[in-house]
């Protein structure tokens, strides 16, 4: 008899995955990580405080539903606890998302330039992924309401947008909602939401109160400075909160996570210094690129989109090159369909001055 292997599910072997930002360039010499959207000024030392003292601990499962960090949001952001749920990161909750309410024959609709998760994760269950085209970068509403099918089941929104930094307002994102049938999840995805200072900005927290088919999306891994502890959050309708606990693990979120997730809520004078650090590099560095003569997208996360030209030896790839020799990681765009452009993360000022300094002599065409 001819030997067969297990196969996985359609869809799985179409899926490249996921590769973070780097965070080193081979040399072997100490470089700036500028790659991955991190915090700039790292973690609440409340919170790494908080995180070293479940040292004893470890032996202990977690308290399996979060309740006290949950409850710690639910104070910040005068939320309902039991609308909360506490995954391993943003990632984890719009997989379990993706898992829930889309499969095989059906579609998770989203924009060219969206996240990249949102796309695997509809691969991972077999459900058709939907692109809609953008408009200079941004959202475009009319386009992803055109892509509305009867398959259609998940629309995920990434508001701020990562990796062009664009974002919908808040009439936008109504409108959005509006053009959906009820019977078709909205998840807006706003891990960048306390960077973002317009007036007409809208998280999707209204919605997500209000609505029976809107789910919003949080991270600590931003503007927190949590990444290396995998800690979201999720609030939303309460059938929607309890499709997403019967299909969580029961421990998804570590103890210490947990408890640095609580005590980072609490160092509101630690927010305010990483929002007002994000306020005056991030346009410094636009105005310094742009002076270069490069074209910087507009953005509203603690990153900037740079365009560089396409001619050889001018363009992202020599750009890249340029960069990491000089000990800098910016993150390559090509997987996200903008091979001319770097994402750059804005870094401590002293990187962010050898940022603006190493691309300027590459604009000349220096030497190093």
């Not at 809107?214 to 600590?220: D, G, I, Q, S």
């Not at 994000?278 to 636009?286: T, V």
């Not at 050889?312 to 800098?328: C, F, I, S, Y």
């Not at 765009?333 to 993360?345: D, E, F, Q, W």
């Amino acid at each position: 008899m001819a030997s067969t292997a297990p196969r996985p599910r359609p869809g799985i072997l179409e899926i490249q995955a996921y590769q973070g930002g780097r965070a080193e360039t081979g040399s072997g010499r100490p470089a700036a990580k500028l790659s991955a959207n991190e915090s700039a000024i790292g973690p609440s030392p409340l919170a790494v405080e908080a995180f070293r003292g479940t040292a004893e601990r470890l032996h202990r499962y977690p308290e399996g539903g979060s309740e006290a960090l949950r409850a710690a949001l639910a104070r910040r952001h005068n939320l309902d606890p039991a609308r909360l749920v506490c995954g391993a990161g943003s990632d984890e909750l719009i997989a379990l998302l993706a898992r829930a309410y889309a499969g095989p024959g059906e579609e998770v609709l989203f924009t060219e330039h969206g996240f990249l998760m949102y796309r695997l994760s509809a691969l991972g269950v077999g459900a058709t992924p939907v692109a809609a085209p953008e408009q200079r970068l941004r959202a475009d509403v009319d386009a992803l309401l055109a892509r509305l099918t009867s398959r259609t089941r998940i629309v995920f929104i990434a508001n701020p947008n990562n990796p062009t930094g664009s974002y919908l307002s808040g009439d936008e994102l109504r409108r959005l909602h509006a053009g959906l049938p009820a019977d078709v999840l909205l998840v807006v995805d706003a891990a960048y939401a306390e960077f973002v200072e317009a007036a007409d900005y809208d998280s999707g927290q209204e919605l997500a109160m209000s609505e029976p088919n809107v789910v919003m999306t949080r991270t600590f891994s931003k503007l927190y400075g949590l990444a290396a502890l995998r800690l979201g959050w999720l609030y939303g309708p309460p059938e929607v909160v309890d499709v997403i606990n019967r299909l969580r693990g029961p421990f998804n979120v570590a103890l210490p996570a947990q408890e640095a997730g609580i005590a980072a809520l609490e160092d509101v004078a630690h927010e305010q210094r990483a929002r007002a650090h994000n306020a005056k590099w991030l346009p410094w560095l636009e105005a310094e690129l742009e002076g270069l003569g490069l074209h910087v997208h507009p953005s509203v996360g603690n990153f900037l989109l740079v365009e560089f030209p396409a001619e050889p030896g001018r363009n992202a790839v020599a750009a890249n090159a340029h960069l990491e020799a000089d000990g800098l990681i910016p993150r390559q765009m090509a997987a996200y369909g903008l091979p001319l452009c770097l994402r750059i993360t804005v870094g401590r000022e002293a990187e962010n001055r050898a940022l603006v300094a190493s691309l300027g002599r590459f604009t000349k065409g220096e030497p190093r």
